[in-house]
């Protein structure tokens, strides 16, 4: 049984898509230059911009070595598989299709999680990998195959943001000068929100106090990290692991050898570990928006299992996520006692369930108040509900302004 697994009653598993297309990428490329070094671990993002850096620069060396061998014709040639063109080990497409055989993607289902704070199942569908509850909007769980669906390669901007501001970080940091460095830190995050807005939670996007919050979160958390003598110690310590790692296979799939793999994930578990009691004592965790310090440590492992599936042995890759505790299981979603009604926000619809408060749209990422009725547009008459705080929007259906007392 796969590691992510269905319920007896679930369909059976329809295999591995040959056409998967590109995994999700949350770092900046080898060529925009690398992420800034503030270390390999951030509540959010920052430890996927430094993991998923360095196994695409790896990558990129051994293609490099590859085409050098090539031009002295020594190059070789890619497997196929039954259905058609296999990726290579080493290829992140290749991390696609791993996570593909262990649960391929079906409509219907949820992640089998409950919420931290008001204790309801997760039953409505969810459409990124960040996972709200469906009675209070809580950040209930991070689902990591759903985040191995999209793409979330960076725009050049941000790479050039990163690389903007990395001589002045280091000598804030040389200088014990936090602030200066904290508001380096804001620039870079805020580039990061702006421009891979499919890496971090879809709340982002069109909540502005949602978003200027998240980036001083991460901002204060890489500030902590990069003043924290134990963290940077930790630091220097995944550097040698990293610098220690083996590979086999060819030039164009290198696979990490597993017995110098694990060194890397145990100084990896020290610091999700440091950096949990770090961001407590540091004031960093009352500064998240969604209140999750019980998946700080889950979305660490997830980035570095997108780092990093891709250049491991299948087996090797199945017992990281295992270990890793991403051994998740899907249940049939459950919508049918819920009160359809549409986001004046976007025009999504989605459902009410019984006794429910609040939502997050999947469409927009807005915060629905359930407290009321649906408002009515009296110019096209289509009923929506308003986001959380807002009493007038543009009707998402005819741009006609619709306030909580009517229409203006």
């Given at each position: 049984m796969g590691l992510f697994k269905r319920k007896p009653h679930e369909p059976a598993d329809a295999g591995p898509s040959p056409d998967a297309g590109p995994s999700p990428e949350a770092g900046p490329s080898p060529e925009a230059g690398p992420a800034p070094e503030a270390g390999p671990l951030s509540?959010?993002?920052?430890?996927?911009?430094?993991?998923?850096?360095?196994?695409?620069?790896?990558?990129?060396?051994?293609?490099?070595?590859?085409?050098?061998?090539?031009?002295?014709?020594?190059?070789?040639?890619?497997?196929?598989?039954?259905?058609?063109?296999?990726?290579?080990?080493?290829?992140?497409s290749w991390a696609r299709q791993v996570l593909a055989i262990l649960a391929p993607p079906q409509p219907g289902f949820v992640k089998r999680c409950s919420c931290v704070v008001c204790g309801a199942p997760k039953k409505l569908p969810t459409v990124t990998a960040y996972v709200y509850c469906d009675y209070c909007a809580s950040l209930v769980d991070y689902d990591l195959r759903r985040a191995c669906e999209g793409d979330t390669a960076p725009d050049p901007a941000y790479a050039a943001m990163v690389n903007s501001t990395r001589a002045a970080a280091r000598a804030a940091v040389a200088a014990g000068d936090r602030d200066t460095y904290r508001d380096l830190q804001k620039q870079v995050f805020a580039a990061y929100v702006t421009h891979v807005p499919m890496a971090v939670s879809h709340r982002a996007k069109n909540?502005?106090?949602?978003?200027?919050?998240?980036?001083?979160?991460?901002?204060?958390?890489?500030?902590?990290?990069?003043?924290?003598p134990g963290y940077q110690a930790l630091d220097a310590e995944m550097k040698q692991r990293v610098m220690g790692l083996r590979y086999t296979g060819n030039m164009m799939s290198p696979t990490v050898a597993p017995d110098s793999f694990w060194p890397v994930v145990n100084t990896l578990e020290k610091q999700l570990e440091a950096g949990n009691v770090l961001y407590r004592t540091a004031g960093a965790t009352e500064l998240d928006p969604d209140h999750a310090e019980h998946l700080t440590a889950k979305l660490g492992w997830s980035a570095f299992c997108q780092g990093w599936l891709g250049m491991l042995p299948a087996e090797t890759a199945a017992e990281l996520l295992g270990r890793a505790g991403?051994?998740?299981?899907?249940?049939p979603v459950q919508a049918e006692d819920g009160q359809p009604r549409h986001c004046g926000g976007c025009g999504a619809e989605f459902h009410a369930l019984p006794g429910a408060t609040a939502i997050i749209c999947e469409g927009c990422g807005r915060r629905m108040d359930l407290g009321g009725a649906e408002i009515p547009c009296a110019a096209c008459g289509a009923v929506m509900t308003l986001p959380a705080g807002a009493d007038r929007v543009a009707c998402p259906f005819c741009q006609a302004q619709v306030e909580r007392s009517g229409i203006r």
């Open positions: 509540d959010r993002m920052a430890l996927a911009r430094q993991w998923q850096e360095q196994g695409r620069q790896m990558q990129a060396q051994a293609m490099q070595r590859l085409a050098a061998l090539q031009q002295a014709g020594i190059g070789q040639q890619t497997g196929t598989g039954q259905q058609g063109s296999r990726a290579a080990v080493g290829s992140m909540d502005p106090g949602y978003r200027d919050a998240y980036v001083a979160y991460m901002a204060e958390a890489d500030t902590a990290r990069a003043f924290d991403l051994t998740n299981e899907y249940v």
